[in-house]
């Protein structure tokens, strides 16, 4: 497999990563935020059309992508990380679906641990006004069987960020850097090795670059590789760790 983009601590692979999982070697964290339900791009598209828009939102534009959604996706995907995944696995997804991951990555081997939630600062508001907004994601938190260790002593799987805006790079969907950074922070240790097999803009590995871990990064739009590598080949700074970060 030629990689998309290599440097020293990143290594970027275009395509579908049912097809380039299997032909990796095992990992220490499988860090990622792949697609989400089919049911939630739904709801997203029902309200979008009840308050009458004629152009299809971001997310919209999304699901009608090559990324498609989880549902098609889950079964290999949940069986490559748990064959490949020598510590924790965390997965985003939407809080309607994490039941689906826990009981798949269970089933496959990996004890699930917690589900843990991302609390957005400055979410975006409900604009139908007709109910609640959604202010916060969640992530499934398994491990391999055997011991387990994080850097976070006994506090809580709960991560307060602001969404990004001023950052944010050209993806519907991107996660904070300031989340990611606190995520492989927590979860894994230098010199060890991550993968996030729905890459996207490319935070995960941005982050894993300032903090010295190596990582591999799968995307299937290779658009979404181009921004990503061109994210990493910017200069990094240094992030210093701090004890109980």
């Known amino acids: 497999m030629k990689p998309y983009y290599q440097d020293d601590y990143c290594t970027i692979y275009h395509g579908d990563c049912r097809e380039v999982l299997p032909r990796l070697g095992q990992v220490d964290h499988v860090i990622t935020d792949p697609p989400y339900s089919r049911d939630f791009y739904q709801r997203i598209r029902t309200n979008h059309e009840q308050l009458g828009k004629s152009r299809p939102v971001s997310l919209i534009a999304l699901r009608a992508g090559a990324i498609g959604d989880v549902n098609e996706l889950i079964d290999p995907v949940s069986t490559a990380i748990a064959l490949y995944c020598r510590r924790w696995a965390i997965v985003f997804s939407d809080i309607e679906y994490c039941g689906e991951w826990r009981e798949r990555l269970q089933a496959r081997g990996l004890d699930y641990v917690r589900t843990g939630a991302w609390v957005k600062v400055n979410p975006m508001p409900q604009f139908s ?3 609640p907004g959604v202010g916060f994601e969640v992530c499934t938190i398994c491990h391999a069987k055997g011991g387990k260790r994080w850097n976070g002593g006994g506090r809580p ?3 307060t960020h602001h969404i990004s805006r ?3 790079p050209d993806h519907p969907t991107p996660k904070p850097l300031s989340l990611m950074l606190q995520l492989i922070q927590l979860f894994s ?6 993968l996030d097999p729905f890459l996207g803009s490319g935070t995960t590995l941005v982050a ?3 903090l010295g871990r190596e990582a591999i990064g799968i995307e299937i739009e290779e658009r979404y590789c181009e921004i990503a590598a061109k994210r990493l080949a910017q200069e990094v700074l240094p992030f210093r760790e701090e004890e109980g970060a």
């Open 157 to 159: 799987a709960v991560w």
């Open 129 to 131: 006004g007709d109910r």
């Open 189 to 194: 240790d230098p010199g060890e090795l991550i």
């Open 166 to 168: 001023g950052d944010r």
């Open 208 to 210: 894993a670059k300032n």
